[in-house]
């Protein structure tokens, strides 16, 4: 859902920064679209200028722009918003236009770029062009290159996008506050040949993460390393949409990390070569096939592959906590523990504990009480049962026979007949067993971890 929010020009607002910029502030500032549901929105085709085939941004959106005199004019407006991580979680957190991440911004290399912020927040504000090749005075850096927006204020940023690559903007100001809160964006520049780097499609992922103590709203924003949720586009699994290929399409994925930590960030189904990274693009002999790229913090990293295998490929993080959601992190493993009574008598007096690889038994029908506001550590409900993942995981669904340009949702993947993993009850030779430690003292695994709402 996109609506309109119209903004009153402030002549005093907007006579800030050089005096050719304020002329064309003060001539009016263009609308700031607002899109507050976390739905994805269709790829917003481009009205005017260049043509490129846009982004999709999974559960976000793409800002549009206004064209005044052969420049491209954006308003975003800096401002607390509430984002549903996942259906039975909100965050209020800080980001542009409605929405954390904001919008996605796409112009064409050689655009004349120019871009309204508006601070709404209670505390100055800046935006950084990640990347982007520009006047020093547009960097965005709050007491280097200018004085950090004051709440309630409007300054302009204007710049020629020279280079075709994929972006990102945040603030340079109170930055460990600012970006914890969700403030940050993508931006892509398109080639000025429209053939050049041509995929079929072509999806963007902000990385971001959370610390937000279960039944809490707001991240605690002085956390350095030891967050409890992972986002693809302030989204965690189940809550982010797949991405759609039609079988033979050249598709490429965009990932940007403003996290405090790396991502190996993994396919399956198929292999990839990195196309891009944050300095532009690739030199194709210089390419080689990955299943797994790395993206570090405060990288860029665009993947290229055809979807020549039809299915649904998970698609997701590599580092098994960031593939869990808030409720994992505090469990203690006692694999190997048999504590059966035990745990029946502290449930008495701690209704909802529960502890990792038990012995069995004891948990089997017990499940953790959620708070309010929070997720289980793992879910999503697959077409074989609970697929056990949360944070940065979504699917890959490769299929013959879509539209050009359709991202519905084709539902699960009808497997061929006998290509499914199956049990076997055929005969079994006997098994030997490792010889390290007597069987008696291997007791089976049976993790039982919250995975629903429902209790
Ligand atoms: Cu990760």
């Not at 793409?62 to 401002?79: I, N, Q, S, Y």
């Not at 892509?188 to 610390?211: C, E, G, I, M, W």
């Not at 523990?337 to 909802?352: E, F, M, T």
Request: glycine letters at 10%.
């Amino acid at each position: 859902m996109t609506n309109r929010r119209h903004f009153l020009t402030n002549a005093g607002a907007t006579m800030l920064g050089a005096s050719l910029i304020s002329k064309a502030g003060a001539a009016g500032l263009p609308e700031a679209p607002v899109h507050s549901s976390s739905a994805t929105a269709a790829p917003l085709a481009p009205p005017n200028g260049r043509p490129y085939n846009p982004v999709v941004t999974l559960n976000g959106w793409t800002l549009p722009w206004r064209m005044k005199d052969g420049v491209k004019e954006f308003h975003l407006v800096a401002e607390p918003v509430v984002r549903e991580l996942a259906p039975g979680m909100q965050a209020n957190l800080w980001g542009y236009n409605g929405q954390s991440p904001g919008p996605t911004i796409e112009v064409v290399e050689g655009d004349r770029v120019r871009i309204f912020v508006t601070n709404k927040l209670p505390e100055h504000t800046s935006v950084h062009w990640h990347g982007q090749i520009l006047p020093c005075g547009m960097d965005g850096i709050t007491g280097l290159t200018q004085p950090g927006i004051p709440p309630g204020k409007t300054f302009v940023y204007e710049f020629v996008a020279r280079h075709a690559g994929t972006f990102m903007y945040h603030p340079h100001a109170d930055e460990m506050m600012q970006m914890a809160m969700g403030m940050m964006g993508f931006w892509v520049t398109h080639p000025k040949n429209p053939k050049q780097h041509a995929v079929d499609r072509d999806y963007v992922f902000l990385l971001s993460s959370y610390d937000i103590e279960p039944g809490s709203y707001t991240p605690r924003t002085n956390t350095m390393l030891d967050f409890n949720l992972w986002t693809f586009n302030s989204r965690v699994f189940p809550g982010i949409d797949p991405m759609v290929a039609r079988l033979g399409d050249k598709v490429r994925i965009r990932v940007g990390n403003l996290t405090m930590t790396n991502h190996p960030i993994h396919l399956h189904g198929h292999t990839f070569q990195v196309a891009g990274t944050d300095g532009g693009w690739v030199q194709p002999s210089a390419r080689w096939p990955e299943v797994t790229t790395d993206v570090a913090v405060g990288q860029m990293r665009a993947i290229e592959f055809v979807a020549d295998n039809p299915g649904d490929w998970a698609f997701h993080c590599h580092k098994s906590h960031h593939t869990m959601n808030a409720m994992g992190h505090d469990v203690p493993n006692l694999a190997g523990v048999d504590h059966r009574g035990v745990a029946r008598k502290i449930n008495s007096l701690v209704p909802g504990y529960m502890v990792m690889g038990d012995r069995g038994g004891s948990m089997g029908d017990m499940r953790m009480r959620l708070p309010q506001n929070t997720l289980p550590m793992m879910d999503g409900k697959g077409p074989f049962g609970n697929m056990e993942m949360g944070g940065m995981f979504t699917v890959l669904k490769v299929r013959e026979g879509l539209a050009r340009g359709d991202y519905t949702d084709p539902g699960w993947y009808k497997h061929p007949a006998g290509t499914v993993a199956r049990e076997w009850t055929g005969e079994l030779p006997a098994a030997p067993s490792a010889a390290a430690a007597p069987a008696s003292e291997q007791p089976a695994m049976n993790a039982k971890k919250p995975t629903s709402h429902k209790h």
